[in-house]
């Protein structure tokens, strides 16, 4: 029988690392865990002094960068083997089309919907299209985690490519409102594993001190599905059929499969199991408890301010309900224990997790706010086409690109990631702030100029939680985190536009009343973002322009609140060195 790894064999790597046990070094190219104590834990103390549970099951190798599983099955890759030269480029390139199809997917909607009530006569179902991809998409993001957790993850990603896929051809040929409805919740279903299915691909490919600049990449060139989006939108359902909209991503989709198809993409797990054993590690009750816990929540916070009051019985049937089953999730994830557990609380409990978690869904939030807000400034406020107000958008987008890549290679040359998030969310505060003066007068120079200093500040952070989490997690945690992660910004992204939407529309009342006290609110509100043109008389319009300029303006005090929240929050992401963390894992004997 193999001999037990004692207590004294597991040790702490670094001040921060916490959560990885190791075999000592008479131990590190023998010890095998026999299958009976695959299931023993051992405490180790982490950098603030308390305590984490680590299991026995797993053994780090320092030298050879090896996992092996307890039952002594196959080693994953060795650290060293990445994916390099021109097939990186590919990966990267098939990673950011799919992330940029999901970005484009929900934008370029947008611009579709007139068009699309109109074939189906469904005007009640507008909100469904949106509502439908998003719930599905949240609400199965954990468990796409946990499948990249004990399947190859190339094979799983091309599955939610496909479904992706699959609901977006279902839309292009629908034939009714529902039918476009249900494609849509396919689609949503297969992009709950793409985002966090990329992130993962990239912590398996490349090493840690590349990835700030290579995951820089993805997001910022991904982000042009926001901009582009409306642009292409607009054209196709003027020059062709809304159905283009969703036919545009089945040839990008077909290439992005076939790249990652002719690709090995190493993985950090153990010998994947048997597709009939997958089940048993599924955690499906906890998944069966998820779902039904965030779709309650992401529909109260769709149905509250717009189909209900928030003091309806529905919306406050929903966030009880939420909230019960979320309760009866948190207890199943502690009776199984973090092995088996979709979710790991003990990861939860790492300050690093939380307050990554935290700072990412903050950022998206402000990505998100200023997304939605930016384009209305220049449709609403300044009068213009949505392609010409899309264009207006691209400084933001331009200049979060090039700080994104910018700040991602200096963190691979320099080591540390927490600088760059407070310098993130400095220029995110001043450039809200200097957004927020902004009336329907302001000069091209000046708008053009604010917008910079919003897209430095957004590009600079806003991969740094996700290398915050990689380099403080070890592998085997590595999918499982980025799963949550995701979910953290979707809740959060959904939390705060839904604030932001409470903003503009109390704001807008407020200052209807101030500028153009004969028009109402709700008539404004029901006209649209472009259509209150129509329904207000000339000597009125300035009055309503100047009111939703100085509404727009307040979403952007939000913004800068968020922003603030990251400074205290940036500190609990720790101030590692990722350079070391590599070097650790080479030498530490």
């Excluded at 392609?387 to 700040?407: E, N, R, W």
């Excluded at 649209?528 to 319009?541: A, D, I």
């Amino acid at each position: 029988m193999d001999r037990p790894i004692s207590r004294g064999s597991v040790k702490e790597q670094g001040s921060r690392d916490g959560f990885v046990a190791d075999a000592s070094l008479d131990e590190k190219n023998s010890a095998k865990i026999s299958p009976h104590r695959s299931h023993e834990k051992v405490t180790e103390m982490k950098d603030d002094g308390g305590s984490t549970t680590a299991d026995e099951g797993v053994v780090e190798g320092e030298k050879e960068g090896t996992t092996q599983a307890a039952d002594g099955s196959d080693e994953v890759p060795k650290d060293e083997e990445y994916v390099t030269g021109i097939k990186l480029l590919l990966v990267l390139a098939a990673l950011t089309g799919s992330t940029f199809l999901i970005l484009l997917d929900m934008s370029i909607v947008v611009t579709a919907v007139p068009q699309i009530t109109t074939t189906f006569n469904s005007l009640a179902d507008v909100g469904w299209y949106g509502a439908a991809y998003n719930l599905c998409s949240a609400a199965l993001q954990p468990f796409a985690g946990k499948l990249y957790t004990h399947l190859r993850s190339k094979w799983i990603y091309l599955s939610c490519l496909f479904l992706f896929e699959l609901g977006s051809l279902i839309c292009g040929v629908a034939k009714s409102s529902n039918m476009l409805i249900v494609g849509r919740a396919i689609s949503g279903m297969g992009s709950a594993g793409l985002y966090n299915g990329a992130l993962t691909i990239i912590g398996n490919s490349v090493p840690l001190e590349k990835r700030p600049m290579i995951i820089g990449i993805l997001i910022g060139l991904a982000n042009m599905g926001l901009v582009i989006g409306p642009l292409v939108g607009g054209a196709l359902t003027e020059y062709s059929t809304w159905r283009w909209c969703f036919y545009l991503n089945l040839p990008i989709g077909g290439v992005v499969a076939v790249l990652l198809a002719l690709i090995h993409i190493p993985d950090r797990i153990s010998a994947p199991l048997p597709l009939l054993e997958v089940p048993r590690h599924l955690d499906l009750p906890g998944c069966i408890l998820f779902i039904p816990s965030a779709l309650m929540l992401l529909l109260a916070l769709q149905f509250g301010g717009n189909d209900y009051a928030w003091n309806s019985s529905v919306v406050i049937g929903l966030f009880v309900g939420s909230g019960v089953m979320a309760m009866l999730f948190v207890f199943w994830e502690h009776h199984v224990g973090d092995e088996k557990a979709m979710i790991p609380l003990g990861m939860l409990k790492k300050r690093v997790v939380c307050t990554s978690a935290l700072v990412g869904g903050i950022n998206m939030s402000v990505t998100l706010v200023g997304s939605y807000y930016l384009p209305m400034y220049f449709q609403s406020v300044k009068g213009e086409t949505p392609f010409k107000g899309g264009v207006d958008y691209l400084p933001t987008i331009l200049a979060q690109l090039i700080s994104a890549v910018t700040s991602g290679a200096l963190v691979g040359r320099m080591g540390y990631y927490l600088p760059w998030v407070f310098i993130g969310a400095g220029f995110s505060a001043v450039g809200s702030g200097l957004i927020s003066t902004w009336v329907p007068t302001t000069a091209t120079g000046i708008w053009i100029g604010y917008q910079i200093i919003l897209g430095i500040g957004r590009g600079s952070s806003m991969q740094m939680h996700i290398i915050a989490i990689q380099a403080n997690l070890p592998p085997s945690l590595l999918s499982v985190s980025m799963a949550t992660l995701v979910f953290a910004q979707t809740l959060s992204g959904a939390v705060f536009i839904t604030f932001a939407q409470l903003i503009f529309t109390e704001g807008l009342g407020k200052n209807l009343e101030k500028y153009a006290p004969s028009v109402s609110a709700k008539t404004i509100l029901a006209a649209g973002g472009t259509g209150f043109r129509e329904v207000v008389s000339p000597s009125e319009l300035p009055g309503v322009v100047m009111a939703y300029s100085k509404s727009i303006s307040e979403v952007f005090y939000l913004c800068v609140a968020l922003s603030g929240c990251v400074f205290i929050l940036g500190w609990g992401m720790g101030w590692v060195d990722i350079r070391k963390k590599k070097a650790e894992k080479k030498g530490d004997v």
